[in-house]
């Protein structure tokens, strides 16, 4: 009877060094893996801390580059009508200047 109880300690002795030394290899594996991780998250901090003053230097940008659009944009509106306006000015002009010639050379 002692012999089967040394055996069934023995037995679960064996059994739980496995689970120890699994425990072991496994705590040294999260240990592996927790510390790539931490050096992950330190290279993303790192590369991403700039990024929101840059993405609000990058919308002030925007706005500023949209203020000027629509001043150039007015402007070139402006250009545009002074060039008809010119174009309008110079069909009357041509076209009584042609008429004048008609009618002095009608007096003729």
Known sequence: MVTIVVLINFAL?????YVAIK??????ILRFISNRLNEYEQATHGALSPAPENIYLGQQSVNQLRQTHQGLKFKLQQIQQIINLM????????????LQLSISRRKK
Request: proline share 0%; charged share 10%.
């Open 23 to 28: 425990l072991w290899q496994a705590q040294e």
């Open 87 to 98: 174009i309008i000015a110079r069909q009357l002009w041509q076209g009584s200047f042609w």
């Open 13 to 17: 002795s064996l059994l739980l060094g």
